[in-house]
């Protein structure tokens, strides 16, 4: 089993359009945890946090289930620069090395 | 505030030849670490630097070697490059020590193996 495994996607959806993106992790001795946003060819740079108590940041809504070891990720009312590869991604160490799940691309169209 | 920096940005070399990758991480960072991303993957976690160390390593073959220097910069090097070693090299940084653990990478530096 992957440590980290998200949608497989791609998901393609209209402007205006809520999505939500699924991750699930296998260590449950994981302690952050975070989603990236990767364009074509570019880093991945962090989009937010995930706590367990849930965190919010404009259209973005992440929430953490440490019992249940997933963690989703819900965008509102898409935008067409929401286009990207969303990563989920945990930490298992104190030393916060991360480790990546294979991504899930967004198409957002007109 | 200058953010996490890499060069070259584009390489290509040949089988057999020896690699050097340099990072200069984000201002106040002092931790760097460096991830391989294959094409259509996610990055996977190669080695990461810590007071001019390495503290932990993932799954990753001995060919693959860094270096931090006082600065806190750092440099990834591989030898007998082997075709499977094209991807993007990406570094990131962070500062555990004051608390963050989020870590921001840099651009990558993308290299090419013929």
């Known amino acids: 089993r992957k440590e980290v495994e998200q949608d497989p996607g791609p998901f393609n959806v209209p402007e205006g359009a809520t999505v939500a993106f699924n991750c699930t992790y296998s260590?449950?001795?994981?302690?952050?945890f975070f989603w990236y946003r990767q364009d074509c060819r570019k880093e991945p740079k962090l989009l937010m946090s995930?706590?367990?108590s849930g965190n919010e940041d404009g259209r973005f809504t992440a929430q953490l289930n440490r019992a249940s070891q997933y963690i989703s990720l819900l965008i509102r009312d898409s935008k067409l620069s929401d286009s990207a590869t969303y990563l989920c991604?945990?930490?298992?160490?104190?030393?916060?090395?991360?480790?990546f799940g294979k991504g899930t691309m967004l198409l957002v169209s007109p | 505030d200058a953010g996490v920096t890499q060069s070259p940005t584009h390489l290509i070399k040949t089988r057999g030849q020896q690699v050097t990758l340099r990072c200069s991480p984000k201002?106040?960072?002092?931790?760097v670490s460096w991830y391989q991303q294959a094409l259509g993957q996610g990055p996977q976690f190669i080695f990461q630097?810590?007071?001019?160390?390495?503290?932990q390593r993932g799954n990753f073959p001995d060919r693959f070697s860094g270096h931090q220097f006082p600065n806190y910069s750092s440099e990834l090097n591989v030898n007998a490059l082997l075709l499977g070693d094209s991807a993007l090299y990406l570094c990131?940084?962070?500062?555990?020590?004051?608390?963050?653990?989020?870590?921001?990478f840099g651009p990558g530096t993308r290299l090419t193996v013929t």
């Open positions: 990131a940084s962070s500062s555990p020590k004051r608390g963050s653990y989020e870590q921001y």
């Open positions: 260590n449950s001795a994981s302690q952050s």
């Open positions: 995930v706590y367990s």
């Open positions: 991604v945990v930490s298992n160490s104190g030393y916060s090395t991360l480790t």
């Open positions: 201002s106040g960072h002092d931790t």
């Open positions: 630097y810590y007071e001019e160390e390495e503290r």
